[in-house]
């Protein structure tokens, strides 16, 4: 893509800022597709190489020329008016050239510049037939790039706030495995046993001292343990192990999942830690 030399860098300190540059003005002004093609309702000049903007000083603004008062600078007419405007034109597709997306096509601007690059052997009829295309192919790709634009500030956003929810969700994933792992300790899986035995079952410190002997005999609180002689699995060495399956699926790996199993099967069996650890001691199983 063929581009004129691009603006200098434009620091934004406010929105209101960042949205007036040179280039944003342009296409505000080419929103309206008669303001380069206005026949003599503007009189535009070049005065010593410049063009001189009378009567449409957005228009000035835009394409970055001085305005001048009526005046001062008198209206021009004719072939001088259409060569004017024609360089005005050009002027302005170059700013937007020079602004556009790199993802825009801007192939078919910069055909109509070059077409009309040609302005001063040109009579007045074809100069506002060029000047009218080249005008629209300007406000396509003004329209195009600001559009262009957009989507990559968005695409951009959404891979930010992507990788945002990456990072957050790793994190919770490491903290999670980081509070298994210290759950799946012998202190861990005693207190987590504590806590639940005494807010879920009532059962005091008495109770808590039964079952701590209990589960010490069977498993030594390890939630990996597996009796070679049976296959009882587990901190509550359940027959099988699959049994824990009951109440969540990573019944192998979570010391919590084991202790709520081992929890509900003394109550349901024996009523209270102190009596499956009574019945333990008399027949060597629970």
Not at 200 to 208: C, K, L, N, P, T
Request: aromatic share 4%; glycine share 6%; charged share 15%.
């Amino acid at each position: 893509m063929t581009r004129t030399s691009p603006e200098p860098p434009i620091t934004a300190t406010t929105r209101r800022q960042a949205l007036d540059t040179p280039s944003r003005r342009v296409r505000r002004a080419l929103r309206s597709r008669t303001a380069l093609v206005t026949g003599g309702a503007a009189a535009v000049a070049l005065v010593g190489g410049i063009a001189v903007v009378g009567t449409q000083p957005a228009l000035g603004d835009a394409i970055g020329a001085p305005t001048a008062s009526a005046s001062s600078t008198p209206a021009l007419h004719g072939e001088s008016l259409d060569r004017a405007q024609a360089a005005a034109t050009i002027a302005t597709a170059r700013t937007v050239l020079a602004d556009a997306n790199d993802k825009t096509d801007t192939a078919a601007l910069e055909r109509q510049v070059q077409a009309l690059s040609d302005y001063r052997e040109m009579s007045g009829a074809v100069i506002t037939s060029r000047i009218a295309s080249t005008v629209d192919a300007a406000t396509d790709v003004a329209e195009a790039s600001a559009a262009q634009d957009k989507a990559d500030a968005d695409a951009a956003a959404a891979a930010a706030a992507a990788a945002a929810k990456a990072e957050a969700d790793a994190k919770a994933a490491a903290e999670a495995a980081q509070r298994q792992a210290a759950a799946n300790t012998v202190a861990g899986a005693k207190a987590t046993a504590s806590s639940m035995a005494s807010s879920q079952y009532g059962w005091g410190a008495d109770q808590f001292r039964c079952l701590d002997s209990l589960w010490t005999k069977e498993s030594g609180w390890d939630y990996r343990a597996v009796n070679p002689n049976g296959g009882a699995t587990g901190i509550p060495q359940a027959l099988p192990g699959s049994k824990m399956a009951t109440v969540a699926a990573d019944w192998q790996t979570n010391a919590t999942t084991q202790v709520t199993w081992g929890l509900r099967y003394i109550s349901a069996a024996y009523g209270t830690p102190c009596a499956a650890w009574a019945h333990s001691q008399a027949n060597n199983f629970y």
